[in-house]
């Protein structure tokens, strides 16, 4: 994660919450009054976003002291602390909710990652998000994704070519993508993975007849015609699976012997977890 998109996002989150000033603390805390703030988990999961927590705080007050008691990735369960806050009780307060949001949203998607890791156990498979985040927060969702052991696709349209179905479509077919991207590729002197979706096992035979690319992502496909399409492409090209996967199906999937096993689940449709932040 870059320190300055990391600030740029901090200083946009601090406008938007704290605007012209925190009236509500404001009005009634005393200048300059010092304290202290723990917080307090509530639910048990995997911790996400301690170091981007610490980047809000000394960026909100330089002067708050953070004591960690549980670094990013660390088991916990209700009643763990996970940090310490010491300083002036305005800046305390300035910072809850940000800190909380992030905190919260960061550690859900890196408990639910984890809880599709662990259903891979002993394989080689391993469990990818998708860019189906939250707009402007998509480098805190892949980290908090990392965290929980899973692995990152891609970050956006820029780092890698994704040839889907509709890329297909538009561009008359496999063959005619796969060729023009590879042209473009030679063209622009960009050196880039293609990776390109499949929706059926003809499609399969298509792309295998055409080659030039480096990933076959199966589509929706069933189990059975996953084992079909892994045997069919005979480690030729790496392989993902994608579309519908669930925590009860992630491992049947991962046992047909594909690479990869992409879930949109894990950053679009996840439970925040419980903690809050609290004064003592």
């Given at each position: 994660m870059e320190d300055k998109i990391l600030r740029q996002f901090i200083l946009g989150c601090i406008e938007e919450d704290i605007g012209d000033g925190d009236h509500s603390s404001l009005a009634c805390i005393p200048d300059n009054s010092t304290g202290k703030a723990r917080l307090l988990i509530k639910q048990p999961g995997i911790l996400a976003g301690i170091r981007v927590v610490s980047g809000v705080l000394s960026i909100i007050d330089s002067n708050l002291e953070m004591e960690v008691l549980k670094t990013d990735g660390a088991e916990i369960v209700p009643g763990d602390i996970?940090?310490?806050?010491k300083g002036e009780q305005l800046s305390i307060l300035k910072s809850e909710r940000l800190v909380?949001?992030?905190?919260?949203?960061?550690?859900?998607?890196?408990?639910?990652?984890?809880?599709?890791?662990?259903?891979?156990?002993?394989?080689?498979?391993k469990v990818l998000d998708t860019r189906k985040t939250t707009p402007g927060m998509r480098f805190l969702e892949k980290e908090a994704v990392r965290i929980g052991g899973g692995e990152n696709h891609r970050m956006g349209l820029y780092d890698m070519i994704m040839l889907k179905d509709n890329h297909i479509d538009y561009a008359g077919g496999i063959k005619n993508a796969i060729l023009r991207t590879n042209k473009y590729l030679s063209d622009q002197n960009l050196s880039l993975k293609i990776e390109i979706e499949a929706r059926n096992l003809n499609d399969i035979r298509e792309i295998i007849s055409c080659g030039g690319v480096d990933r076959i992502m199966l589509d929706n496909f069933t189990i059975e015609s996953t084992r079909e399409a892994v045997k069919l492409i005979g480690g030729r090209f790496e392989t993902e699976s994608s579309g519908g996967i669930t925590l009860e199906t992630i491992r049947d999937y991962a046992e047909c012997g594909v690479d990869f096993v992409s879930v949109g689940a894990l950053t679009h449709h996840i439970k925040s977890l419980d903690m809050?932040?609290?004064a003592f």
């Open positions: 996970g940090f310490i806050v909380l949001n992030i905190l919260q949203r960061m550690s859900g998607i890196a408990t639910t990652t984890n809880a599709y890791v662990k259903k891979l156990q002993g394989l080689s498979c809050s932040l609290k």
